[in-house]
T-cell receptor, first 111, second 111 residues
Framework: DAKTTQPPSMDCAEGRAANLPCNHS???????VYWYRQIHSQGPQYIIH???NNETNEMASLIITEDRKSSTLILPHATLRDTAVYYC????????????FGTGTLLAVQP | DAGVIQSPRHEVTEMGQEVTLRCKPI?????LFWYRQTMMRGLELLIY????????DSGMPEDRFSAKMPNASFSTLKIQPSEPRDSAVYFC?????????FGQGTRLTVV
């Protein structure tokens, strides 16, 4: 699985968009980019994943660069409840993805 | 569906005792994962199963740890004998198409 690099922490004002970057320069052609988050004391929660096209769901948008070496998770209107550790994972698609977690980005949404 | 169910939520045991953690995956999911989370090491994948068969147990720290999945609706992670350094939160997750669903975890404290 490709290694991913994320900033250790970020701040965002409540109501503003939170843009979380992830670098995955060694990603291979068949590897997807997955995003999960973990709110304190809870199990990780799936957010979104993509291969090369941008993706959007009710939680977030995922923007993947054309060369697929980096991506950005966008929370369009961050709330205090979005304060969590966000993990970017690169791995094979489907259920065979073992989901190897790195250290993630601690997003602190400020009132 | 009630999601992935883990029991117990909290376990306090004395060093040397046997500990059994339990997990009920989401019905229809054919992959099951066990993770351990500590402050020092983050989220570590211990073992995962496909259709009740262990596929990769390379993350199991030592022979004191064992995991079984006797049927599609139940898995156990056993530590025998337990040691203080096993204190952690243990998560179980299940997936079918790549989006993993995590349980709420079992917080294990070995004194």
């Amino acid at each position: 699985d490709a290694k991913t690099t994320q900033p250790p922490s970020m701040d965002c004002a409540e109501g503003r968009a939170a843009n979380l970057p992830c670098n995955h320069s060694t990603i291979s052609g068949n590897e997807y980019v997955y995003w999960y988050r973990q709110i304190h004391s809870q199990g990780p929660q799936y957010i979104i994943h993509g291969l090369k096209n941008n993706e959007t769901n009710e939680m977030a948008s995922l923007i993947i660069t054309e060369d697929r070496k980096s991506s950005t998770l966008i929370l369009p209107h961050a709330t205090l409840r979005d304060t969590a550790v966000y993990y970017c994972i690169a791995g094979p698609g489907g259920a065979t993805n073992k989901l190897i977690f790195g250290t993630g980005t601690l997003l602190a949404v400020q009132p | 569906d009630a999601g992935v169910i883990q029991s117990p939520r909290h376990e306090v045991t004395e060093m040397g005792q046997e500990v059994t953690l339990r997990c009920k995956p989401i019905s229809g999911h054919d992959y099951l994962f066990w993770y351990r989370q500590t402050m020092m090491r983050g989220l570590e994948l211990l073992i995962y199963f496909n259709n009740n068969v262990p596929i990769d147990d390379s993350g199991m720290p030592e022979d004191r740890f064992s995991a079984k999945m006797p049927n599609a609706s139940f898995s156990t992670l056993k530590i025998q004998p337990s040691e203080p350094r096993d204190s952690a939160v243990y998560f179980c997750a299940s997936t079918r198409f790549g989006e993993a669903f995590f349980g709420q975890g079992t917080r294990l404290t070995v004194v």
